[in-house]
């Protein structure tokens, strides 16, 4: 199997999964964006996005998904919530939130402030998309009131999707108004092993 990745992007996501599953893998690392800077790279992806996964003949460009498809098809894992377990439902709603809620706006603020040339950045973007991000990560404050993870009672595959987007976040800026929660979850996260290496592959 090998992970297409540039250093810090959504391909975070598969690699620590990678690394919290103690896989063999090949890692390629790109600069970013790796459709204009990585020759080929569209034919490997035509979207130009990153990551990009291949295992035989599969190829995943979603990076919640290369996660799922990791713990299903290489488990049985404790990363991994089983359909027969209570916690299913809001394990599924974690991994999707986490790209289509909290990590959507966070892009628009990216690009707004660092990626378009001067004449194009947008402080009005940058300000509603801020408030928006903020706005829906209320949600995980309450969940992780008295817990240490999202759900199952243990690390999975959700708290790797959510940890990216509030690290990412974190990134931006933003992390000064995170609430003791999730402040605290963040922090936990960061202090694992697997996320530490991702953290020193560039």
């Known amino acids: 199997m090998k992970l297409f990745h ?25 600069p970013f964006p790796p459709r204009f800077e990585r020759e080929g790279y569209l034919d490997i992806n035509p979207l130009g996005t990153v990551p990009t996964f291949t295992d035989g003949n599969r190829t995943l460009t979603e990076s919640t998904a290369i996660c799922q498809y990791l713990v299903e098809h290489y488990g049985p894992t404790a990363l991994a919530v089983r359909q027969d377990e209570a916690d299913y439902g809001d394990y599924l709603n974690w991994l999707y939130r986490s790209d289509a809620t909290f990590t959507f706006p966070l892009a628009l603020i990216l690009r707004y402030t660092q990626l378009e040339p001067e004449g194009r950045k947008n402080s009005q973007v940058v300000e509603d998309y801020t408030i928006w991000f903020y706005s829906r990560i209320r949600a995980l404050e309450t969940a992780l009131q008295d817990k240490q993870f999202l759900v199952g009672n243990r690390f999975t595959i959700a708290d790797i999707a959510v940890g990216y987007s509030l690290h990412f976040g974190m990134r931006l800026g933003l992390s000064e108004r995170y609430k003791p929660n999730t402040a605290r979850y963040l922090g936990a996260l960061m202090s694992r092993p697997a996320f530490q290496k991702t953290q020193v592959i560039k």
């Open 6 to 30: 540039c250093f810090n992007s959504r391909s975070l996501r598969p690699l620590w999964c990678l690394e919290e599953l103690g896989l063999d893998y090949e890692l390629e690392v790109m």
